[in-house]
């Protein structure tokens, strides 16, 4: 008997795509997945994303669901697959789930890693997956704005223009405008050495995760938060003065976007 739904989590390196969402002559994540599909079920499938990723953003966790028309075990799904797949998108796991679940309206919150060096050079390894900030970074100053941003909020002074007007959105968004909540913010050295001294490279500097969670977030929220907590890292902007941008609500006034490459979409709570 066929699974009604099929929840699948996908991980995947977006340097080659240009985001999740299906874009006309351009590589997507979805589309990838809807063509494999297409060809081992043998009808058109339309794959439901739990967000959009912008182009060179990345994921380990993402959450997808289709319905499918014909049987297969859900095992078939995670190696058939991954062997049609390119070698940058991977199924992770296939499981049913209820006819209701959809893998964006059904979503609780999600949980996002992005990864910067302030290393003199960057290393080779780490380019397509970690932001570049050669200089000084004060950790402690920049752990100290976080808990500003910590709780519900108007975000719109790191909502990139044009956020809530994609089709779809007005239904994900239900009334809230830019209003989130982050339950989770915090920045740790990145431990991982990259073939380096651990935590910092022979050229200077060290590597960082800075690690956000919350209810829901807007087109380039997270990148706008993390330009903003480095400019306070690199001594341009008081750590105290996140919460007069809050409430600004001016994206103007906030720091730059900061690089897709060091984004990555790390789990999705339902």
């Given amino acids: ?3 009604a739904n099929v929840k699948l989590t996908i991980a995947y390196d977006g340097t ?3 985001g999740w969402q299906r874009q006309r002559d351009r590589p997507t994540i979805q589309e990838s997945l809807e063509v494999a599909l297409g ?3 043998g009808h058109r499938v339309v794959v439901h994303g739990a967000g959009r990723t912008d182009a060179g953003v990345h994921a380990l966790g993402m959450v997808a ?3 499918p028309e014909r049987s297969l075990p859900l095992e078939a799904y995670r190696r058939g697959l991954n062997s049609m797949l390119p070698p940058d998108i991977r199924i992770l796991a296939a499981e049913e789930v209820e006819p209701g679940f959809h893998a964006r309206f059904s ?3 999600k949980a996002y890693l992005y990864f910067f060096t302030t290393a003199a050079v960057m290393p080779p390894c780490r380019r397509l997956y970690c932001a570049h900030f050669p200089g000084a970074f004060d950790l402690e100053a920049t752990r100290a704005a976080l808990p500003q941003l910590i709780g519900e909020h108007d975000f719109s002074s790191f909502e990139a223009a044009g956020s809530r007007t994609r089709a779809g959105d007005e239904k994900a968004e239900r009334g809230r405008g830019a209003v989130r909540c982050l339950t989770r913010l915090t920045l740790e050295r990145d431990e991982t050495g990259w073939g380096f001294a ?3 490279s022979q050229a200077g500097g060290a590597s960082y995760r800075l690690l956000v969670a919350g209810d829901g977030f807007l087109r380039h929220m997270v990148r706008n938060i993390a330009g903003t ?3 306070v890292g690199r001594g341009r902007r008081r750590p105290e003065s996140l919460g007069e941008l809050l409430a600004l609500g001016d994206r103007a006034q906030a720091g ?3 690089p897709a490459c060091g984004l990555t979409l790390w789990q999705v709570y339902y």
């Fill in 1 to 3: 008997m066929a699974a």
């Fill in 16 to 18: 080659a795509y240009d």
């Fill in 39 to 41: 060809r081992m079920l």
């Fill in 65 to 67: 669901n289709f319905q």
């Fill in 107 to 109: 979503a609780r919150g």
């Fill in 198 to 200: 651990v935590g910092q």
């Fill in 229 to 231: 907590l480095i400019e």
């Fill in 256 to 258: 730059p976007t900061a």
